[in-house]
């Protein structure tokens, strides 16, 4: 079984605390209110959505927001906490059915990507939100970071390599954006071609 962090002890790295932090047991208005936000955050923007819209939705009230959650911000961060889990559980399902050597591994993560983005390609949901929010004190801000942080490990641990693991972490960066903001359909093709050279580069370099 990989052995990738999902689950905090003594020797998780500070960066990957945040992303791994446990999702609290909520009440059904909770995960309602979670799963309206959720969606609205992901379609409009962190920015563009009220919490009177985020209750309306859910079939709530404002009160029962401030109540479970005690504010947008703290929503926010909750928003991609459960989406960053929701992503690791879905990638490492699939590497473990995967073949078993690193070059198999490392191209399904893009293959993984394609799928997961879907038709709609609205993008990355962390650079979504740190497009809006900054290098600022938002709560949500070190889960982004985590987020990528916690990427970036998985790419070392399936290569054994941080050298490699860097580079390839940068490809499947970018062709995250080629796919979405860039609009080009053939950007996992493009990618996973520079990964799988980028790997036989180094080891027959």
Known sequence: MLQI???LDETTPASLRPVLTPMPVMTQAGTRLLDAA???????????VGV???AETAGTTKKTLYDRFGSKDALVRLYLLQRAGRWREHLLARLESAPADSES??????DVLEAWMGPQRRGCAFVNAYAELGDTDHPAVPV???EKAWMRTLFDILTGDPVLGGHLHL???GTLVLLTAGANPQAVPEGRAAARSAMAAHHHP
């Open 144 to 146: 982004i970071r985590a």
């Open 171 to 173: 490809l499947y960066e």
């Open 52 to 54: 009177d819209l985020i």
């Open 38 to 48: 959720g969606d609205l955050f992901y379609d409009r923007g962190v920015r563009a």
């Open 5 to 7: 962090p999902t689950t």
């Open 105 to 110: 591994q490392v191209l399904t993560v893009f």
